[in-house]
């Protein structure tokens, strides 16, 4: 949801790319809750943090736990920072059940965003 939101409201001064600890598969839920706010990542996948080895980025973002422990040490003035924000994927229920805590998430992450680099929107 993170390369999501940061590629609609700060892709004009950044672009964002989005790895984890694991390939996994992109929840059809955050599909669902970003598409609620004009946002396609359909055609996005899960990517490990192995295809972007030898890369250099200005800033290096993570958002929960295991990617902060597990998040390699990326050298050359790049700025570093973790939040942590719940997991909703890990959450038990029905569709209806789960879906507002990808919207409440989804919402954290664009506030947490948009307060880090600056932007009021």
């Known amino acids: 949801m993170a390369e999501g939101l940061a590629n609609h409201f700060l892709g004009d001064r950044f ?18 809750v970003l598409a609620e706010m004009g946002i396609d990542i359909s055609g996005h996948r899960s990517k490990t943090l192995d295809e972007f080895d030898g890369e250099s980025f200005d800033y290096v973002v993570t958002l929960c736990g295991d990617a902060n422990d597990k998040c390699p040490l990326y ?42 680099f600056g932007v009021r929107k």
Do not use: M
């Open 15 to 32: 672009e964002a790319y989005s790895a984890g600890t694991e390939a996994t598969r992109v929840n059809p839920l955050a599909v669902k």
């Open 75 to 116: 050298i050359g003035g790049t700025q570093r920072s973790h939040h942590g924000f719940d997991d909703p994927s890990r959450c038990a229920g029905t569709e209806e059940e789960v879906l507002p805590e990808f919207r409440r998430v989804r919402d954290e992450i664009k506030t947490w965003l948009l307060e880090y």
